[in-house]
């Protein structure tokens, strides 16, 4: 198996387009027409997991923080990025990071976070935006059904739990081809109006070219006319954090013993409490100090997240509890759902899970 075979794997659970800009995922060292000899899951590519890969005989590495995040200018070895990116390259090991892809994906690791807590009714805390376009096209009608199911295929059409989704409605055309022309209705060089049908669906923008090759294999015209917008529509299935419900309330000291249990917490930082009980809840895994607001508007008792500094506790403002549980322990479950998610779709392949700890952050 060819390393860019699982990369492909990779793609189906966290696609790179639904990662943030500012972020850095994919393969970020390696040939990818090289032959896979096996697969190490890490939360961090440092030194010791490149050796641990060495060690394990897998020549790729899948990590959840990108190893690379800001451009290096120079790979001399004089810190613990430039060290694990030579060892990698000496030992031929491709180190692939998911990150974002993962974070905004409705399954990944805020779903993990979420289930792990327990919580129900669970929907996404920060929609992505500018991530849907529609596209408009016209066919006769007899072509339409054929357009309308490749378009669904290519994946078009999707809106929440409803696939194939399109409007529809009627009119006429005219035109007029010139003597290059090849009409498939009316002839060359004469006016033609004929009956149409207009078609509209929306779809993930990543999607676009293959979206369009779909319109134009499946097309019947010479020339397709089609239309392509951006919607400021809300990506109700993409996005940053969840929020969801305890199936009983707690009380706030009760639920953050809970929370440190769970998530295996050296401690909390945490702010006033309120003196209410615990039922919704928002958890955004990793820094979620931006978030502080969808979680009070989202009517929260509760926001988990990490990194927040000494005046982020106040944005509290006394309506929701926020507390850090550490980056680390927030996303403390990833690596296992990449793990499962690996063996499930390439199960005669090896597939190992790192067993070095990468936090960096200790506790008295």
Not at 70 to 81: A, E, P, R
Not at 147 to 161: P, Q
Not at 286 to 295: D, E, L, Q
Not at 332 to 339: A, E, S
Request: aromatic share 8%; with cysteine; proline share 2%.
């Amino acid at each position: 198996m060819k390393i860019k075979e699982i990369l492909s794997v990779l793609e189906e659970m966290a696609p790179l387009a639904y990662a943030e800009d500012f972020d850095n995922v994919g393969l970020l060292v390696g040939d990818a027409n090289a032959d896979a000899t096996g697969i190490l899951v890490c939360h961090d590519a440092l030194e010791s997991v490149i050796d641990e890969a060495i060690a394990k005989k897998c020549n790729l590495v899948v990590c959840f923080h990108p190893i690379i995040f800001s451009g290096l200018k120079k790979i001399t070895g004089k810190n613990y990025v430039e060290r694990s990116i030579l060892k990698a390259i000496k030992n031929d090991i491709a180190i692939y990071a998911v990150h974002t892809a993962l974070d905004n994906h409705k399954n990944g690791v805020n779903k993990i976070f979420s289930d792990a807590l327990g919580l129900i009714n669970t929907k996404i805390l920060v929609p992505k935006q500018n991530f849907i376009q529609k596209l408009v096209t016209y066919t006769v009608p007899e072509n339409a059904e054929k357009v309308r199911l490749a378009l669904g295929e290519a994946g078009a059409g999707t809106i929440g739990n409803y696939e194939n989704c399109s409007f529809n409605s009627e009119g006429f055309s005219t035109y007029q081809g010139n003597e290059e022309s090849n009409p498939t209705v009316g002839n060359k060089g004469e006016l033609t109006q004929t009956n149409e049908i207009k078609i509209e669906v929306v779809f993930e923008k990543h999607l676009q070219s293959k979206i369009l090759k779909a319109l134009f294999t499946n097309h019947v015209y010479e020339e397709v006319a089609y239309e392509i917008y951006d919607l400021q529509n809300t990506h109700q299935n993409i996005g940053l954090g969840m929020v969801g419900e305890l199936e009983k309330p707690m009380s706030e000291t009760e639920f953050l013993a809970f929370v440190k249990n769970k998530m295996q917490c050296g401690g909390i930082r945490h702010s006033a409490l309120l003196g209410k009980s615990i039922q919704k809840v928002a958890v955004l895994g990793g820094s979620g100090s931006f978030a502080i607001k969808n979680a009070i508007q989202a009517k929260a008792d509760v926001f988990l997240t990490s990194d927040l500094k000494y005046h982020n506790f106040y944005e509290a403002e006394n309506q929701i509890v926020l507390a850090d549980i550490g980056h680390f322990e927030s996303e403390r479950f990833t690596k296992n759902y990449i793990v499962d998610f690996l063996k499930k779709k390439i199960p005669n392949f090896a597939v190992n899970f790192s067993e070095e700890n990468t936090n960096p952050v200790k506790y008295l």
